[in-house]
């Protein structure tokens, strides 16, 4: 008896709500007028674009900002972005040319595992890398004690 009694208020609840939500739900704009005689249509459309300005004048009354402050709000903000960004992007580059060292290539030989290659390159001297110079020097040595 208990389980129909709250399902019964909760139905009684739902249909409540809904009817309350029908009745405050407000359309913006109708895009067809009733049918009538052509003098009423003609009011009606015209009471329809008196409600649609209307309604465009509500929404811009609270919210509209003119052109100049627009591009003053603008500048405020490049004018912040380049107060906060050159800081950092000088900081950076301090950062970066001063305090931190570049990883380079160890000098020596180079174990087996770094020196895989699965075929050669395609320049005159294949076993070296592109911008290896120590290597293209003494292949070309090579290849020129060679001939």
């Known amino acids: ?22 009745q405050t739900q407000r359309r913006s704009a109708q895009s067809v007028p009733r049918f009538g005689s052509e003098e009423q249509m003609k009011k009606e459309a015209v009471e329809h674009l008196k409600a649609r300005i209307a ?18 709000e603008m500048n405020k903000w490049i004018k912040i972005s380049i107060l906060v960004a050159a800081p950092v992007c000088v900081l950076t580059l301090a950062k970066d040319l001063l305090f931190v060292d570049h990883a380079h290539r160890k000098e020596g030989p180079e174990p087996d595992y770094m020196r895989i290659r699965n ?29």
């Open 55 to 72: 309604r465009q004048k509500e929404i811009e009354s609270g919210q509209y900002v003119s052109h100049g402050e627009e591009v003053a």
């Open 1 to 22: 008896v208990k389980i129909s009694a709250m399902y019964a208020a909760r139905s009684s609840l739902s249909r409540a709500a809904a009817r309350a939500t029908a």
């Open 119 to 147: 075929k050669e390159f395609p320049w005159e001297c294949e076993d070296c890398e592109l911008f290896n110079g120590e290597c293209w020097k003494k292949c070309r040595e090579e290849k020129a004690a060679g001939n």
